[in-house]
């Protein structure tokens, strides 16, 4: 008996509600394969909306449920909550909480599938009988920035499957990485391993079965970079239009099962409207297309997807007798740190009050420098020397490199953590130039070069270690430069040589990066 419930417990999660019958999955060669079918279900509309390739995505809590790498893109505490009324009339639910820190980002997310009403079938006859059946899940973990092309995430997950009166759990693990922003900043490889678990056995006697194991690789394109295609006075309120599009795919290789691909196309219009469309291979019920939409607006996010399956062999939004899959969710942002507000570069097509706007962003970085007086004090008291004329401000750091050399000292990470903070809270769209400088002995050639290796370094620490989006940052070198030098004609190892060879942060507040 309790054999017969194993089966009948995972066929309630492949969807067999009342005495309709669907295959989950990859169709019937797939039916009772696997425990914990919550696993393996797609929770959030995004997922769905561009057919389940999520392991490039970033940006975004409901990453913790497929590559929790991902979830490092947050700059911003983030609460998501999603619904989805799936085929059969069955129904899942998940939530996730995601908060950034300056070591690592941090989540925790639950999920629950409500299976329905079971009938109870033994040796593949009805009983006569019905029994209620769901799944839930509980999930924690983070994501760290090993490198600077290297994101790492893992989550550990506990699952716990109901069937009528008998119940099991099953603790599992996943590991995914992403390598964002290569190939001239436009592509994101990723990949892992999901729900990596121990298995559900509801009979002693019998062998059991896992949890929906998978390996995993994907990627991610961007092929508009918030590119001004035309400009209306109807939409916006007269900004221009302004296109950003990704297409992401993604290969998953099941565990005793079938693999198939996932693809999507992913559109935002002025980083407010949101479309998508996405397909998935495979046998039966598994391969459909799919659609989402969606709106972003400052702290909010609402998002909505819909999936097309073939149950019993329909074709392409033909009337089925199961159903398709409707999910919508609720997307939160807050914190002190950065806002969800979308960047969007404005055209402007007629002439504006630059003296106001500047005024206006003027007095905005005072304030800000005058909420961060003990940190600039500090700052001062590390020898860093700030001179500041109308918006364009100079940090000269007390950053200095060994004679022939582009290492930056660990010495230095301390106050180059708190010029981060700075930029962070007071400047944080301003373009910042970081400036390296040599001393004379050499050749001027050499020296330019071995500037611009040093201002490249500090550049790297300052994206590697403390987190400022690459984007923001510039690195160029002036070498010897001789109307620059700090001592005049001092090299190697004369008194002074060193405060040639340094670095100076330019922060320009009227350039956005």
Known sequence: MFRALTFV???????????????????????????????????????VALGEAMAAIDRDPSTIWYNAAGMLGLRTNAFTVTAAQRFAQTQIIGTAVTFPTEIATFGIGARAFNAGTIEVRAEGEPTGGDMRAYQWALEGGGALQLARWWRWGGTLVFTQEQLGDASEASVGVNSGMQFPDILFGRVTLAGGVRNWGTNVNFDEGFEGFSPPQMLYVGAGIDVFRRRNLIQTPMLFRGQPIIFDAKVVGQVNIPDRMEPYVGLGVEATVNGVAIGRIGYQTGDDNRSGISLGAGVNVGQFRLEYAFRNYKNGGAGFFEN?????????????FWGERERNEPVVPVVVAAPVDTASINAAVRGAIQEQLAALRPLLDSLRAQQVTIEQADLVSRYIV??????????????????????AEVIRRVYPTALVTIEGFADPAGSVQYNLDLSRRRAQAVRDVMISRFNLPSQQLRAIGYGEQAARQIIPGARRDDPGA????????????????
């Open 498 to 513: 060193q405060s040639n060879r340094r670095v100076v942060f330019t922060i320009d507040a009227t350039q956005r990066f």
């Open 9 to 47: 417990a995972l066929a309630a999660s492949a969807a067999l509600a009342s005495s309709a019958q669907a295959q989950f999955g990859g169709g019937g060669q797939d039916a009772g394969v696997y425990s914990m079918t919550i696993l393996g279900i797609p929770v959030s509309p995004r997922a």
């Open 320 to 332: 089925d007798p199961v159903g398709d899959a409707h999910n919508v969710s609720f997307t939160f």
């Open 398 to 419: 007390p950053v200095h490199f060994g004679f022939d050399s582009a290492v930056v000292r660990e010495t230095d990470f301390e106050v180059l953590g708190n010029v």
